[in-house]
């Protein structure tokens, strides 16, 4: 059990284009879902904290005009890189909360040309 | 901001030897969980520890929690090459949410066949 799915793996855009990152909890339901960038070789950065029903909260110098996340359902949450630049590339995962434990999803290889 | 520190940054070692990684830590905790990231993947959840607990056992693995020194190790026994892996130790921090955590910088294992 505690299976994350997230979608896409990979994408490579063009700059100035728009993202959608879906993660979704296949077989328990999420009040809360975690987003986390990661750059090569270094530890997870978190984003934002994706509350069902609620805006999400944003970390500290995390823009969140340009990072959208939205967590309609209890089992789906997105992330929407907007207007994405180069230095946006970066590897995104989510995960998602039961009890204690965050599970995660495979994660996300942006690419932004 | 960053918590935890792993130790080392990265240690290589033979096929049935152990490896020991260890996590020190800034503030009170309400546990301290450790997690595996195979290389651009997720995060593959291993153990949780307790701010009250000094010792817990999953299979192969070991950990310990010193409070006292805010550290935790994290002992794999009788490696084998599938081990090969980041390694990364996250508290969640007294105070705060069960669930949010804060991510070390991890260890790169590396076991020889």
Request: charged content about 20%.
């Amino acid at each position: 059990g505690a299976v994350v799915s997230q979608h896409p793996s990979w994408v490579i855009c063009k700059s100035g284009t728009s993202v959608k990152i879906e993660c979704r909890s296949l077989d328990f339901q999420a009040t809360t879902m975690f987003w986390y960038r990661q750059f090569p070789k270094q530890s997870l950065m978190l984003m934002a904290t994706s509350n069902e029903g609620s805006k999400a909260t944003y970390e500290q110098g995390v823009e969140k005009d340009k990072f959208l996340i939205n967590h309609a359902s209890l089992t789906l949450s997105t992330l929407t890189v907007t207007s994405a630049h180069p230095e946006d590339s970066s590897f995104y995962i989510c995960s998602a909360v039961r009890g204690t434990i965050q599970y995660f999803g495979a994660g996300t290889r942006l690419s932004v040309l | 901001s960053q918590q935890g520190e792993e130790d080392p940054q990265a240690l290589s070692i033979q096929e049935g030897e152990n490896a020991t990684m260890n996590c020190s830590y800034k503030t009170s905790i309400n546990n301290l969980q450790w997690y595996r990231q195979n290389s651009g993947r997720g995060l593959v959840h291993l153990i949780l520890i307790r701010s009250n607990e000094r010792e817990k056992h999953s299979g192969r693995l070991r950990v310990t929690l010193d409070t006292s020194k805010k550290s935790s190790s994290l002992l794999i026994t009788a490696s084998r090459a599938a081990d090969t892996a980041s390694y990364f130790c996250a508290t969640a921090n007294s105070g705060g949410s069960n669930y949010k955590l804060t991510f070390g910088k991890g260890t790169l294992l590396t076991v020889n066949p």
